[in-house]
């Protein structure tokens, strides 16, 4: 692909994108850790969740929304949420902090624990068969865990519980936090297991209904992201991140999309600047990058351009099973390292 990469080499990028949401769904369409992956709870029920990531490129700040949609009669018990899991891609964030958390019925009781290389031990946020996570927001007990709406706590039908939703803020800190989308909290996979989820929510039922640890069952979900510094004369990175296996072709466009193509809607809009085939994401860290060099060119300061990715799964390519990545803005930046030439 010699044409995309002398085209891509003309980019030096830097994140315009305004705060959007991304919401992952855990359900019985899901992953598990029961016989064969099934979605269920160590009493054979269901149980359901939504997680929701706002994310604020400019200050690091990080809003995730937890409800807990398990389908329970009114008056029963039911499990609560006690511990959600979920990722960053690596070396982007180096520390993270919980601000403040919020919910209807008594106040949320959540702590967070951040580990910044879910890879290597030790690892402090295991959500049993799901793997290790970066992120960790849990609770000590069932009793003080999410419940949803018009359930009861087990073994005290008095008792107060946390209902959703419940949103939590954290301050993220680290060298690619302005770079970062809130698609890469839901896109990242989980570590050091053979069932990657994006997401993992822990639920708890107590004596009175079941436990266990459930994932997200979305195939080949995927974000796109950029690393590195953003100035002409400089080198940056353009990532896409996601489902291990799942092969990605980056596309970048002059201009914002969406276009129904009547098969398929694309999040940015024809022609594109350039393609490039990054292969299959790679199973340990499912991440694929592309490295670009910005010439010294001053007049690509200020141009704006509109990447995304189009994913397949393993060997279905021929099964017409394709997703794209949401789009994300970038910008020419004025490197550091510029300096006019003079004549």
């Known amino acids: 692909m010699p044409n995309a990469l002398l085209l891509a080499a003309s980019f030096s990028l830097l994140s315009g994108f305004a705060a959007a949401q991304a919401q992952v769904l855990i359900g019985p369409d899901g992953v598990g850790c029961g016989t064969g992956g099934l979605a269920v709870l160590s009493d054979g029920s269901n149980a359901a969740a939504s997680v929701t990531f706002v994310y604020s490129p400019h200050d690091g700040e ?65 959500a049993g068969c799901l793997g290790t996570f970066n992120f960790r927001l849990a609770t000590a007990s069932g009793r003080d865990g999410i419940a949803a709406p018009s359930t009861t706590v087990c073994g005290d039908p008095a008792a107060t519980s946390v209902t959703g939703p419940v949103t939590f803020v954290l301050q993220l800190n680290g060298p690619e936090i302005h770079n970062l989308s809130a698609d890469v909290f839901s896109a990242t996979t989980s570590r050091n297991t053979g069932r990657k989820v994006n997401v993992g929510v822990g639920f708890d039922g107590g004596t009175c209904a079941g436990s266990g640890f459930l994932g997200n069952g979305d195939i080949c979900r995927v974000a796109v992201f950029s690393r590195g510094t953003h100035g002409i004369g400089e080198t940056m990175t353009l990532a896409v991140v996601g489902g291990e296996q799942c092969r990605a072709f980056l596309g970048v466009s002059p201009h914002e999309g969406p276009v129904d193509l009547g098969v398929f809607v694309i999040p940015v809009s024809l022609p594109l600047l350039f393609s ?37 799964p393993y060997q279905l390519e021929l099964y017409n099973v394709f997703s794209f990545a949401r789009a994300y803005q970038f910008t020419i930046g004025n490197g550091m390292s510029y300096c006019p030439p003079h004549y």
């Open 62 to 126: 990080l809003r995730v929304t937890v409800a807990n949609t398990t389908a329970t009669a009114p008056g029963l018990p039911g499990p609560t949420i006690t511990g959600i899991f979920f990722n960053t891609p690596s070396a982007t964030v180096t520390s993270a902090a919980l601000v403040s958390q919020t919910g209807v019925g008594k106040k949320p009781r959540f702590q967070l624990t951040f580990d910044d290389d879910a890879n290597a031990g030790p690892n402090p946020n295991v």
């Open 276 to 312: 490039y085939d990054l292969g299959y994401l790679p199973s340990d860290a499912p991440e694929a990058n592309l490295q670009v060099f910005v010439p010294h060119a001053p007049e690509l300061i200020g141009f704006t351009a509109y990447m995304t990715a189009l994913t397949h």
